[in-house]
Each structure stands twice: as C-alpha cells, then as structure tokens.
C-alpha cells in the first residue's frame, strides 16, 4: 500500500547566555564535571529559582522570529519525574501557557516552498549528564555531571506537517538558521546545543486520521534525522504492510547499526503531574516590549534570500545556499560592499572558500582569507590581471599565508601575460617545436590544438593570456 | 472507597516509595478517611471562579545574565552518599 | 531575675549599658539548657561553639563602642529547616540526619549580621509537617507547661525552647499554623508573617506557596524586634515582596482606640473547648474597652479551608520531597538499581506522615484526579481569599482563637491523622490567604496556655502588632514562666 508520512519535530535548543536559567552558574560547555554547580542547581533543601532576564528575551525573540503570538500571561510548571540528572526529580518547564504559540516557518524542497507550523516555544532547564561504560543498560553504574542541569532550553515544538524526511531535514536547517541570525543559540548539534526528537507515523494515502506514531530520539545530526526518519517510514510500512499494528513508543536511532530501537521500557505511561510552579512569579510580557524585540530582530533568511535574488540578480538556489547560515550571508555582504562583482562573489564563495572551509572543518566565522581580501582577488580577476587559473592559485597562497592578492601577485610575478607580442614570439617557438601535433590539428584532430595551448601555458608557467593564446594558435597554424 | 488498594500501589510507585502489604492496608484506610473528608470541597460551586496558584500579585522577577562563582567542588560532592572522580556515583539505570 | 528569663528588650538594654556581656548572657542560657533540656527536649543541635563565638564577637563590638543591633549578643534558636553553612541541618528526618548545607538561609545571614547568637537548631515535626512534634523522627519534644503534654508543632522544638527559657528568641516556620499554634500551646508570642515578607531562601521546603519563616518570642515587642531583624526584600527568593520594612516597633502603643476588629464567627467550630472560646471573647471584651470597635463578621468558605489547605499543601510537598532520593546528599538506602536505590532511601529515610503526605499530595495531582482534587483546591482557594478581603473591607483586624483546644496530651492524636490535622482549622486560612498573623497567650485552662489569634491585611503586621501589644500589656499572661525546673 502507498502511505504517507507525517512527521512532526521537538526541537531543543541550548541558550547563549552568561549563566543558568534560574542560577549565577556560567553555562559554559567542557568545564571540567561538577564545576559549574551551586546549591541551586544543584538542587540542594532550601533553595529558591530566580529567573534569567535573558531567557524570556531570548524565548519572545524566537516566538517573534517564528512568526507567533507571544502570549501576555504566561508561567512555570513542574514536570514530575525520577531521573538521576534532574537533582530534583522534577523538570522546571512551561505546560499549559508556553511563551509563544501559533507560528510557522517555510521551507524548501524540491523547488516547492512549503510552510511548517510551529505549535508552541516554551521555556525550561536542561538536565544533567550521565556517564558510564558501554550502554546504560549494561554498565554496572552510571556517574552524574550536574554542569548542564540549569542551562537554559527553548523546546521549539511543531505541527505533525512534515511529510518526509527531507522536509524533516530541511526544517531543522531552517531552523537552525533563524537561531542562528537571531543569536540566541550556536545550534552545536555535536555539543549537543541542537537536539530534535521526532514523532512519526503512517496513514494510507488520502486518509485524513493520523496512524500511530512512535517518538524517535537520539537524532544528533542532520544525517541522523533524515536516516533515521527513512528508516522508520519503511520499518512501519513494511510492519503495516504485514498486516501489523505499530505500537505507540520510544524508539532509539542507532547510528552505527543505521536502525531504530525500541526503548522497552518507556512504554510504561508517565504521569508528569505537572502543576503551577509554585517558587516562581508569572510573567506578564508588556505589548511595547515585545513590539521593540521584533523592531530589533535582524533580516532573517527568507528576506535575505529575497534581497540577495532581487539586488543582484543570484538564483534562488544561490540565494539559499549563501543565507543558510547568517555568517555565510554575512560574509558575502562585506565582500559585495568591498567592490565585489555580487555573482562572482557566490561563486566563489559557495566554490573555492567552501571548499577550503570543509576541508579544513573550520567555521566561515574562522576563515584566513577577509571578505576584502576576496574582493580584490575578484576584482584583479575581472580586469584580466589574473587568468581564472591563476586566481585560484592566488586564492590557495592567500589561504595558507593571509596575505593580499596583490602581493601574492606581485612576488610570484602572476600576472597574466596580455601583450600579443609577447605571447606570439612563444606561440611560434611551440608551433615550430611541434609539426606533428600541427600537423594532427590540420588534419582536423581538435585535440592537437589543447596539447599546442599545454605547452605555450607551460613556457609562461601559466600566465600567458588563454583566449589571446587560442586566437594567436588559430592564426598562425 | 475513594481510593483502593491498587491506586495507592500505583502512586507509592510513582512517589518513589515501598509499601508493605500491611502499609497498603494502613495507607488505604487512612487515605480514604482523608479524602471522604476532602469531599466536603463538592459542596462548593467553584464555576468561574479563577484558580489561586500564586497568593500575591506579584509579577515579573528576574536577575540579570551575570556568571557568578560556582560552588567548590569538594563542597558540591560533600554531601554526596558515593562519589567517583568528582562525579556524582549511582547504581545502574535499567533504561536507556 | 536570671538572665536567661528575660526578653530580648531587656537584655540588649543591659548589653548596652555594659551592665552584662554576651557571653554572660550566653553562658546563662547554655546552663539552663543543660539543666532543663532533659526534660523538655527542644533541640535537635546545639551550637555551642559557634554560640559563644558570636557571643565574643557582639561582646567585641560594643567593647569598641559600636552601635549594636537589638539582636546582637543575644541568643536564640533556629527551627531545623532552616540551613546554616556548616551545621547539620535535619528536619528532624533520618534522610537528612547528616546533611550540612554549604550554604546560609537568608535569615541566618541577616541574623550573622545583626551579630544575633544562634545557641541551637530546634526540633519540629519531620519536614515540619505535623501539628505536636511527636512527628520528630529522632524524639518528641515535651511542652515546658506539663510534660505529658505536646508543645505543639510544627515548630514545636522552638516554641519550647523559649517557653523553657532555652532561648531569648526562636524562629520557626508556618505553614498552616506551625508557628502560631506552638506558641499557643507553650504560651509565648508566635507570628506568621505576610507570605513574601520574609525570605524563604535557604528554608528546606514543605509547601511553597504557604511556607513563611517568623519569630517565636516571650512578648511582642520582642517579636518586633526579631520580625525586623529578619524582614525585606530579597533578590534570591523570586516570591520575596519589595516594600520596605517598618519600624516595627512604633507599632507598639497600648491601646486600641479606633482599631476596628472582626470576629469571623465561623472559627468557633464544632467542638472547641468552651475554656478556648470564652477566654477569645473575654480577650475581645478588653480590645473593646480599650477602645476597639468590634463587629461580627462571616466568611463562609471557612470550613473548606482544612481540606483545601491539605491538597495544596500535600501536592507541593511530594514534589519538594522527590529531591530526597540518595543521589546528592542525604540517605541512600541499598540497592541494585537506581528505582531500587531510590525507593529504599525513600522508606527508610521519611517517618510515616511524611509518606502519608507525600501518597496523598501525588494522587492530588495525578492524571484523572488533577482537577477534581488540586485545580478545585486552588479555586477554593480563591474564594476564601475572598473572604478575607471582603472582610478586611469592614474589619482592620480579625480575632479568633488558634487552636480548638489547650496542649493535648503525647500520643493521645497519634494513630489519627485525621484528628491531627483538625488541629489546624482556626490557623490554616491564612496561610491559604497569605496574611500575616500573630499568636499570644490569652488565658490558662487546667495549667495550659490559651494561645489569641489576630490577624491582618497583607503587610499588616504593624496592625497586628499593635492590636497584641495592647492586649499584652492589659494582661500579665506574658509573664508568667512555666512551672518547668521550679517544681
């Protein structure tokens, strides 16, 4: 039978704050264990939250980038459960008035622009970290760092609109990014400041009743996400297909083994018993507030794209590609405003310099070579001093020392030979060295001519003017 | 009967607390003499009338995003039952 | 007299004049403890050390001709919920018989900085839950006024320990009468104050919403001068009021004239001892010759009040309590795993009300009993708030007694929780209205105090104040000593 997929993600979302949500504590990621810990989060007898100013900021900042409604009444509860990396056995969380409800973002997929709706943003504290040898289940004890309990998490939930893992994927890029260009997180999917867990069920095509879902967690990566959800999609099919029924449950995705595993026993139901947190005040966020955080949220990736396409005339897939990532987009702003031709700098951007970027796993923040930089390197190459070749070679100099193109150019002795006296002197010395290959391309084999331009590239070690040396060839043979 | 015997085996299980056959006879008894007096709360026509969970009108309270010093660590493991290389030490989770 | 017998007002007086040190005062004190404390058993800890330490230190200062506080160099006892950095801290629970907090409650750093001597920590009722001290998993404290009676609770421990003359001064912690309802029993001077006056930062939890620290001392203006020492704002308590603190002690006028008072009739429940009720209206009769003008007023929620207060109050205790599980301090019991560890530290470590307490607060808000038991609590809730401000509209103060009887005798309540719990009826519903109140003897009956109730607008206490101060003057109830270590 022909199904379709619904998906929906709950995505967490570490804070770039100083300290912790409801303590002084700095958040700071690889402290060593149980160094960034007080009586608070530690949750020691007696002790008392106080909110972080920073955290509703930050959570009415996404709401707004999110495109929801930012509720004016809104509060803490308690999620009631035993876990050994929650010191108090139960989550500060926000149930049934979250920060922000209602929202949605758009993505794309296969040239179609979809919209994804955002159910709720709300506020809560991270939990801490367990160690142990080998598998939870098998290691005969497990060790508690309680550096991460308290730091502050946005769970950003969606509507079950996602109809394939793709879709899934491409909303989480998009949703990184809208983090991203608002700076509320780094969205460190390997730190763990980036989590999704995703529900996914099937339903025969037309149907309009949701099927039994099962909740897929341990999805670290994008990879992961599109992985994992592939997988489930066809392990239910294929369960449907045999007449089976899916059980509603927790599942693991398994990297290594590329497959999701039951979490047995989750299946027994939690009762959360969440009530009203009774150690913290409601908030009540003023309309004036909320109307300067949304003045102040910076262009997000959907209007930077536009403008991108619009002011320079990029494709829409150029567009994307370059304000996937705020930095990105960033970067190639500054090489423009430097002077850059707009379309030469995508290509060299999303070409050369990402390149460079991915083989050295560096971040475009950490890129050698200034957005300047590159745009005298494009310009050196729009006026013919350097051949496309050449630049390359410049960009690769430029890379590994940081120094200007300029001077690169000017200490190699790079630039491009244009003089057609010059050029025809060595175009007549490789023809009169090589009558056999002359004689080939008379003969009509195209071919002799590239070894004749090989060879006159070889004597000016390149620099020599290409499409002067093509006319001076073609003339003279 | 408010409550039986299995509802306060369920909750005892949920608070995390072992009960013996006579504590489920005890707790059952008492629990249900507690909350046939609780009932008196029926008589009470609570129909619009807004939940207190906050006694004082009190709103907003937030502190600045400044780190401050943590605890040392020696001081946050004091009181620790077990303890292994500055981590707190727990028997086995039969989960994952 | 004895040093030891005297009020905070009058020590700090001959402190001032260097008619007597601190230590003196202090040394005094820890030799009635060792005299008395056999039999009235007040103290969990005692902090000799650290006592006469500060005692030096107070002695020290006004050597150096500083300007002292009212509380400094004079010594007094904490309720054993309360942390202090570096002494055991135990709610009276096996669970935390060896826990030391690394850090201060805000009142004892405000008390350390009012150079006030903390002598001990004072026994209670296992996490304070519990209306005679006999809930003390390590001993029941015994009421200075007749052995073989219970001192009332929760902070049983403190109310004894100033009855005894163990302590000039005590703190203890209310929750639905744990302040007021000791002191009536040991006949001194409780109050709970308004609910945010005073920090609950470092106060081991029982019920957040209704949890208020407050004095427990031998009269009211001691009772100012401590509620003062410990009052304000506090930046680490989010539920903490930003208003500043009165000079309480201006308060303190002898007599009523003007002062509106209310009786709310339906605090004379079923079964009150007629002793209690004819000494409330007698103490009435003398407000209104000192130039009160009394009225009758109704609050029909009332009787809602008791089952109302043991929702709320249980539903926020199993969720404080889950803390308590043998991972980061406290008792671990043994065990394979993790569920196993949890649920042995759990049994062996909480006494049976406290698991009582915590069963029925988890079912309260379980899934399918929320709304019918703590949602419907917390509209309740609403409507005796109401009460309140309905009558605080008519009334500047209201009277009522604190306890449907004197002390009861030990064991006589204990295979009855029920029973227990109905002790509380007359104090509960200002914990659920967050109101400030005060507790002071108003009369004897077969040799027990009766303990007056008056209670006030939220940050009324100087109106209370007032109101007991001029009540306590008319009378001598205040002076009188319990027949403890005289017989």
Known sequence: ?477 | MKITRKDVEQVALLSRLELGENDVEKFTGQLNAILDYIDVLNKVDTSGVEPTAHVLPVKNVMRADEARPSLPRELALANAPEQEDGYFKVPKILEG | MELYKQTAHELHAKLAAKEVSAAEITAAVFDRIDTVEGKVRAYITQTRDLAMAQAKAADEKIARGEAIAPLAGIPGALKDNMCVKGVKTTCASQILANFVPPYDSTVAEKLAAADAVVVGKANLDEFAMGSSCENSSFFPTRNPWDTAAVPGGSSGGSAAAVAAAEAVWALGSDTGGSIRQPAAYCGVVGLKPTYGRVSRYGLVAYASSLDQIGPITRDVTDCALVLAAIAGHDGRDSTSIDAPVPDYSKALVPDARGLKIGLPKEYFVAGMDPAVEKAVYAAIDQLKAMGAEYKEVSMPHTEYALATYYLIATAEASSNLARFDGVGFGHRGEGNDIVAMYKRSRTEGFGEEVRRRIMLGTYALSSGYYDAYYLKALKVRTLIKQDFDRAFGEVDVLVAPIAPTTAFKVGEKVDDPLAMYLQDVCTVPINLAGLPAISLPCGFAGGLPIGLQIIGRPLGEETILRAAYAFEQANDYHRRQAPLGEV
């Open chain 1, 1 to 477: 039978m022909e199904y379709e997929v619904v998906i929906g993600l709950e995505v967490h979302t570490e804070l770039k704050t100083a300290s912790k949500i409801f303590c002084g504590c700095s958040t700071s990621f690889g402290a060593e264990q149980n160094t960034n810990v007080c009586p608070v989060c530690l949750g020691l007898p007696g002790v008392l939250p106080v909110l972080n100013a920073k955290v509703l900021e930050f959570a009415v900042r996404t709401g707004l980038a999110l495109n929801c409604r930012i509720l004016p009444f809104s509060k803490f509860d308690r999620k009631n459960y035993y876990y050994p990396d929650l010191p108090k056995n139960f989550q500060t969380s926000q149930y049934d008035l979250p920060i922000a409800v209602d929202g949605h973002l758009d993505v794309e997929v296969a040239g179609e622009t979809k919209r994804i709706g955002i159910t709720r943003v709300h506020m809560e504290e991270d939990a801490g970290k367990l160690v142990h040898a080998g598998t939870i289940a098998k290691a005969d004890y497990t060790l508690v760092d309680y550096n991460r309990t308290g730091v502050p998490l946005l769970e950003i939930v969606s509507e079950p609109d996602i109809r394939s893992a793709e879709e899934a994927k491409a909303y989480l890029e998009k949703l990184k990014a809208i983090l991203q260009y608002i700076d509320v997180s780094d969205c460190k999917m390997e730190e763990g400041s980036l989590r999704c867990d995703a529900n996914i069920s099937l339903r025969p095509k037309g149907e309009t009743k949701l099927g039994t879902k099962a909740e897929i967690k341990n999805l670290n990566s994008f990879k992961a996400v599109q992985k994992g959800l592939e997988y489930e999609a066809l392990r239910q099919a294929e369960v449907l297909d045999e007449g089976g029924r899916i059980v509603q449950e927790t599942r693991s995705w398994d990297d290594a083994r590329g497959q999701t595993v039951s979490l047995r026993s989750k299946e027994q139901a939690h009762d959360y018993r969440y009530f009203p947190e009774p150690d913290l005040v409601p908030m009540v966020v003023d309309s004036t507030w909320v109307e300067d955080i949304r003045r102040s949220l910076p262009e997000l990736p959907d209007a930077r794209q536009a403008r991108l396409m619009k002011e320079y005339g990029l494709s829409g897939y150029d567009a994307g590609v370059i304000t996937a990532s705020r930095a990105m987009a960033d970067f190639f702003d500054a090489t423009v405003a430097a002077g850059a031709d707009a379309k030469a700098a995508a290509n060299w951007i999303m070409g050369e310099l990402s390149r460079h970027l991915n083989a050295a796993g560096r971040e475009i923040e950490e890129c050698p070579v200034a957005p300047g930089q590159l745009a005298a390197l494009i310009d050196l190459q729009a006026k013919g001093t350097v051949s496309g070749k050449i630049a390359k070679t410049v960009f690769e100099e430029m890379w590994a020392s940081g120094k200007d193109a300029a001077v690169i150019v000017k200490e190699q002795g790079l630039v491009q030979i244009s003089d057609e006296g010059e050029v025809v002197a060595i175009v007549e010395k490789v023809i009169a060295a090589n009558p056999q290959s002359v004689a080939d391309f008379k003969a009509g084999k195209e071919r002799a001519l590239g070894f004749l331009v090989g060879q006159i590239m070889k004597e000016t070690k390149g620099r020599a003017n290409p499409e002067l040396v093509n006319k001076l060839l073609r003339e003279r043979i």
